[in-house]
T-cell receptor
Framework: DAKTTQPNSMESNEEEPVHLPCNHS???????IHWYRQLPSQGPEYVIH???SNVNNRMASLAIAEDRKSSTLILHRATLRDAAVYYC??????????????FGTGTRLQVTL | NAGVMQNPRHLVRRRGQEARLRCSPM?????VYWYRQLPEEGLKFMVY????????ESGMPKERFSAEFPKEGPSILRIQQVVRGDSAAYFC????????????FGNGTRLTVT
């Protein structure tokens, strides 16, 4: 599996935007970029995914670099409930549901008042 | 629309006993994945199953661990002769057959071996 690199931790103030970076310089042309997050004492939760174009949903936005070697998860207004570990994961679209997700260490986001 | 249900939420076993962890996937989902998370560590893939078939068990320890997903009923992760090192949170996820569908995770079973 192609590898992703994320900062170990980030801090944000409540109500402010948060930009969570992810580097994936060895990404292949068929890899989707997935983001999940894990709140304390809970299972991981799907956030968003994309291939080439930027994506928006009710939870977040995903900005993908033109060369696809990096991406940024954007939380538009962080709340205390967004404090979690955020995982950036590559998943080959050709294997789809036949492929597992490989979690790295993620970025621990702290949100303060 | 119920999510992925795992039970029990907490399980305590003495060394040498068996642990059975259950996972009911979301309605309409035919793919199940099991992950393990040791204290203060990341999630590690264990096994991926479809109904009555093991598709990928590359993350399963060779001994004492087994998984099944029968035609009827929940998926079961079974750990025989548990040891202290098996203490962890075990998460189950499910997805539909649709390619590239996200995984939906349960809230896990926390196994403590005393």
């Amino acid at each position: 599996d192609a590898k992703t690199t994320q900062p170990n931790s980030m801090e944000s103030n409540e109500e402010e935007p948060v930009h969570l970076p992810c580097n994936h310089s060895t990404i292949s042309g068929t890899d989707y970029i997935h983001w999940y997050r894990q709140l304390p004492s809970q299972g991981p939760e799907y956030v968003i995914h994309g291939l080439t174009s930027n994506v928006n949903n009710r939870m977040a936005s995903l900005a993908i670099a033109e060369d696809r070697k990096s991406s940024t998860l954007i939380l538009h207004r962080a709340t205390l409930r967004d404090a979690a570990v955020y995982y950036c994961i590559l998943r080959d679209r050709n294997t789809g549901t036949a492929s597992k997700l490989t979690f790295g260490t993620g970025t621990r986001l702290q949100v303060t008042l | 629309n119920a999510g992925v249900m795992q039970n029990p939420r907490h399980l305590v076993r003495r060394r040498g006993q068996e642990a059975r962890l259950r996972c009911s996937p979301m309605k309409g989902h035919s793919h199940v994945y099991w992950y393990r998370q040791l204290p203060e560590e990341g999630l590690k893939f264990m096994v991926y199953l479809q109904k009555e078939n093991i598709i990928d068990e590359s993350g399963m320890p060779k001994e004492r661990f087994s998984a099944e997903f029968p035609k009827e009923g929940p998926s079961i992760l079974r750990i025989q002769q548990v040891v202290r090192g098996d203490s962890a949170a075990y998460f189950c996820a499910s997805s539909p057959m649709t390619r590239n569908s996200p995984l939906h995770f349960g809230n896990g079973t926390r196994l403590t071996v005393t």
